[in-house]
Nanobody, 121 residues
């Protein structure tokens, strides 16, 4: 699976952004799709995930109530809607695919190139 993330940018605190992740290559109906983020000098952390088949979702506590993940199976795409953004949300955001349901970084074996999200105060 090849993944292409897009939609990052600069936004003021309280604003919104929508990230997209387009998938190509082998079919991935059995995969879970997730978003991770990495701030400068920090480890890459789990943000949110969705089951490609069931639509089951999981959220990091830090984004609950603000971020939403969705999928479009016809377009082979996953979206991350980010609302009420905070400066601490600033990071490079990566979409990733896993062959099983997981929120663990090591379970994801396909990664997009990352897209920068910067939230100014």
């Amino acid at each position: 699976v090849q993944l292409q993330a897009s939609g990052g940018g600069l936004v003021q605190a309280g604003g919104s952004l929508r990230l997209s992740c387009a998938a190509s290559g082998r079919t991935f109906s059995r995969y879970a799709m997730g978003w991770f983020r990495q701030a400068p000098g920090k480890e890459r952390d789990f943000v949110i995930a969705i089951s490609w088949t069931s639509g089951r979702t999981s959220y990091a506590d830090s984004v609950k109530g603000r971020f939403t993940i969705s999928r479009d199976r016809a377009k082979n795409a996953v979206y991350l809607q980010m609302n009420s953004l905070k400066p601490e949300d600033t990071a490079v955001y990566y979409c990733a695919a896993s062959s099983a349901w997981s929120t663990l970084l090591e379970e994801y074996d396909s990664w997009g190139q990352g897209t920068q999200v910067t939230v100014s105060s």
